[in-house]
């Protein structure tokens, strides 16, 4: 099973802020990469797909890059409403597994 | 626009067996997409359950394989999970979500999710 784990755990982030969260891999997925937003009580949303494509309707800020084991999520120029927890999903291989998450609280 | 809604009972006995259903709509369970269930316990992150292809074909992770059904009704453009012998360790949100089709073997990233239904096991 490939194990994720993200950095930070927890980032408190005042609006307009450049926001950096890395997911990193057990064993070289590829570009097999996905990120998802949760916002509390809501079901989580596709931000960005295979590493780094874009997702219609997801604002610009929101970028991705990285590949094999290395993966970087960012949020340029946070606003009020980025406040979620931000998780990471490998497809490369089952099971399919997700990140512990990371949670971005506004300051 | 593609929605999915989840749907089952929101309280199951300790020993019995979990049933949900999600219902799809504004895209066929034919198409050439992954259909998939993710779990989420109460204040913790997320766990894939499982996923089906129209065709009858199955993943399921391998920590629940043992007591995962997940099937798909085409006339109903539906697909179910049933988790059988849940402890208070199953109680969380479920929610049931679709793949892409990302290889030979199984999906990609899942780009639209159901509300989530909340299941709690107790008796």
């Known amino acids: 099973e490939i194990v994720l784990t993200q950095s930070p755990d927890f980032q408190s982030v005042t609006p307009k802020e450049k926001v950096t969260i890395t997911c990193r891999a057990s064993q070289s997925i590829g570009s097999s990469l996905h990120w998802y937003q949760q916002k509390p009580d809501q079901s989580p949303k596709l931000l960005i797909k295979y590493a780094s494509q874009s997702i219609s309707g997801v604002p610009s800020r929101f970028s991705g890059s990285g590949s094999g084991t290395d993966f970087t999520l960012t949020i340029n120029s946070l606003e009020a409403e980025d406040a979620a927890t931000y998780y990471c999903?490998?497809?490369?291989?089952?099971?399919?597994?997700f990140g512990p998450g990371t949670k971005v609280d506004i300051k | 626009q593609v929605q999915l809604q989840e749907s089952g009972p929101g309280l199951v006995k300790p020993s019995g067996t979990l049933s949900l259903t999600c219902a799809v709509s504004g895209d066929s369970i034919s198409s050439s997409n992954w259909w998939s269930w993710v779990r989420q316990p109460p204040g913790k992150g997320l766990e894939w359950i499982g996923e089906i292809y129209h065709s009858g074909i199955t993943n399921y992770n391998p920590s629940l394989k043992s007591r995962v059904t997940i099937s798909v009704d085409k006339s109903k453009n539906q697909f179910s999970l049933r988790l059988s012998s849940v402890t208070a360790a199953d109680t969380a949100v479920y929610y049931c979500a679709r793949g892409t089709l990302g290889s030979a073997y199984g999906s990609g990233s899942l780009d639209y999710w159901g509300q989530g239904t909340p299941v709690t096991v107790s008796s």
């Open positions: 999903h490998q497809s490369s291989s089952l099971p399919i597994t």
